[in-house]
């Protein structure tokens, strides 16, 4: 199931708008390549805050 903005796993609640934006972007690029839903996430959720460090930006709220 594709995750919007409005919609999104609660593991990502936590993380800034930006980062959550991210996450889910990624998480959704995840899926349509055949990815599970979990992995997906834990997949998307590591890498937006990687983006997140490499940017100086605050990934968590």
Do not use: C, F
């Not at 934006?21 to 599970?36: M, V």
Request: net charge negative.
């Amino acid at each position: 199931m594709p995750w919007s903005y409005s919609d999104y796993p609660a593991s990502m609640k936590n993380l800034t708008t930006e980062v959550r934006h991210k996450a889910i972007d990624i998480a959704n690029a995840l899926l349509e390549e055949g990815y599970e839903e979990g992995r997906a996430i834990a997949i998307a959720t590591a890498q937006a805050e990687k983006w997140a460090e490499n940017r100086d930006k605050p990934a968590k709220q």
